[in-house]
Nanobody, 118 residues
Framework: QVQLVESGGGLMQAGGSLRLDCAAS????????MAWARQAPGKQRDVVAV???????AYLPSVEGRFTIFRDNAKKTVSLQIHSLEPEDTGVYYC????????????WGQGTQVTVSS
């Protein structure tokens, strides 16, 4: 089993920046890709950024350029840097991890709330 714990959410002003962190523990050697997902109020949860174990990354087109995901493979942490915050970034942000490369997310954190005011 893998446990994921997010930190760094809160109430933010539009135009500002925010960093979210996620620490993995447990059977971390099984982790391959890690990701951040966002669930806006009343909407489905969407994966917004993925950090693959080979160092590459991928982003939801709507956030590319403002979101940066980076991971520390040794420490099994993954962070998400968000610039130029928009009210539309409001939601619960979840850290996810997978034991395979096929995009099925085995593990999820509890989530951290991000609220962006205009």
């Amino acid at each position: 089993q893998v446990q994921l714990v997010e930190s760094g959410g809160g109430l933010m002003q539009a135009g500002g920046s925010l960093r979210l962190d996620c620490a993995a523990s447990g059977n971390i050697q099984t982790i391959k890709p890690m990701a951040w997902a966002r669930q806006a109020p009343g909407k489905q949860r969407d994966v917004v950024a993925v950090a693959f174990s080979d160092g590459s990354s991928a982003y939801l087109p709507s956030v590319e350029g403002r979101f940066t995901i980076f991971r520390d493979n040794a420490k099994k942490t993954v962070s998400l840097q968000i610039h130029s915050l928009e009210p539309e970034d409001t939601g619960v942000y979840y850290c996810a991890a997978s034991s395979t490369e096929d995009g099925f997310w085995d593990y999820w954190g509890q989530g951290t709330q991000v609220t962006v005011s205009s």
